[in-house]
């Protein structure tokens, strides 16, 4: 049915002409995504905000529900052990992930593919399995760096895991299973400044440091902007880690300690799915901000303007 | 080989090695820890040295214990991983693929909107969908099924997108219309022209969705109430409460304890450590999919 249409268009030739033979059969092929894009990105969000805006009787309400679980005493610690736990795990990840990338360029190169993997494979270990790992092995008790959690003066794992200690502990855990896969893609930042630049500059005298802070890191800055955005989307929506540590503590940890958590406790303990919602649009919205000032400021993703 | 000119100073050799040891031994020590955890027995995890090699019979025994628990639970969960991670992988090569084909080679009205809704949401962290996708499950009464988790993970915007570079920056749109004008039909371009030449990103596709919903915790954790319906990473979950090594009073009736949740870990995620294992180039292309057509 569209093969004589093809032809037809296609004898025309010209850049456009070539790819646009057909209208109708582009929709055919992204039909079975968009489907699901509807079924399972847009209307699950439509009815998030609706359930946000109404209460158990489907009566409107506005914004009660969002100015109902503001107020909740659990809801501004949540957000502020988030908040704590972002400045210190996008700290130490722009720093370490950034000096590390620079000096696996700077030096062994072939030794550097060897150490990228090593560093990239707890990634395998990612959610349940790195936060169990880290829970047996900061055990002072058991932990091969016993002597110097003890040196910190904490002798049981219930010191280790103190409230206070939790946005360290989860950067630890973040780091080990996520560092690798963004010092590869630093890497590969890095890899794409013409050799020529860097040998321009090391002619005119520059020194390592100099090259590094005056032309490597501007080159990649869109780069680190990347991953500090998408850390702090996905630093927002921790559930795994807290979830399972609160398991541990003895009762120590809220099962609230971060939105999501609440957000789940709202809708699974409280079995009041409005005020989950109200708090699940919260995280969406943050999320995505976050996207949107990748998509649109970062000029990372080609969006195809033809 | 990139050789610098200027000798450079020991001092600087010796940051170099001192920083890369560091680094080295963060990320690989709990990983050797773990393996020989699985080797020994509690008694000897606490007392001996962090280091030292057990015997195999402990490895056995931890076995012995964890398969114990709830009557072969650990099997049953690696079953539902394995059936919901692979049902979705089979759903999104079959839609992923032909929509990132589609953005990259058709023009259709709303092309362009699609692709830049697809990468708002890929960038967004799958953890921020969970409760809005559970809440519409269950106004639907889907939750509690093993849909209401196959389904969300066999939605993958990145999957999209993945094929959407492949296809626009290695297949010239000239090659399809020149099976056009052969007489080709759309369907007969997209599955004689396109399909053999998509095999690498078929791969990549496969690897990053199969290696996110493997590991993914939050989502069955939220929709599955059963345990007998828990994928892997939900199953750690349950046994890390039941373990009387955390759990005083709820930890009676196990032997869960240090070698039998290390070897649960390392069972768990063996899948995925052996995909990583064999497909080094393509995570490292997949990773940069977005600097390939700055």
Known sequence: MTTHLATERSGRRGGRSARNPVGRAGYVFVSGYVLFLLAFGVLPTGYAVWLALSNSRNQLVGIGNFTRTFTDYRFGPAFLHIGLYLVIWLASLMILVVL???????RMRRASTTLRFLFYLPGALAGVASVLLFLILLDPAASPVGWLLKGFGWNTLAQVNAPGHLPVLFTVIAFWTGAGGWIVVMYGALNSIPDEVLEAARIDGASTLQIALRIQIPMITKWIAYMLILAFAAGTQLFVEPQLVSLASWGMIPDSWSPNQLSYQYAFQAGDFNGAAALSVDLLVLGLACAALVVFRTGLFDRDER | MHRTRRPRSLAARLAWLIVM??????????????????????????????????SLTSIADAWHHLYAFQEGAILTWLKNSALYTFGALAITLVTSIPAGY?????????????????????????????????????????????????????????????????????????????????????WQVFRLVAMPLAKPVIALVGFFNFVGNWNNFFLPFVMLPDSSQYPAQVGLNNLLAASPL?????????????????????????????????????????????????
């Open chain 1, 100 to 106: 590390l990338s620079l000096m696996l360029h700077g």
């Open chain 2, 102 to 186: 589609a953005l990259a080679l058709t023009q259709f009205i709303g092309r362009r909107m699609l692709l830049t809704i697809t990468m708002l949401v890929m960038l967004m962290p799958t953890a921020a969908m969970v409760l809005p996708l559970y809440l519409g499950m269950n106004a639907v009464h889907l939750d509690g099924t093993i849909w209401s988790v196959i389904l969300p993970f066999s939605f993958f915007p990145f999957g999209v997108y993945l094929t959407y570079i492949y296809f626009s920056s290695n297949v010239p749109a000239d090659l399809l219309s020149a099976a056009r004008i052969d007489g080709c039909s759309e």
């Open chain 2, 246 to 294: 955390f759990n005083t009073s709820s930890g009676t009736g196990n032997q869960i304890m240090r070698p039998e949740l290390a070897l649960a870990t390392l069972v768990t995620i063996v899948p995925v450590l052996i995909v990583f294992l064999f497909s080094q180039r393509a995570l490292v292309a997949g990773m940069l999919a977005g600097a390939t057509k700055e």
């Open chain 2, 21 to 54: 040891t560091l680094a080295v031994l963060f990320f690989c020590v709990p990983v050797v820890w773990l393996l020989l955890a699985t080797t020994k027995t509690d008694g000897q995890i606490v007392r001996d040295n962090p280091f030292s090699f057990g």
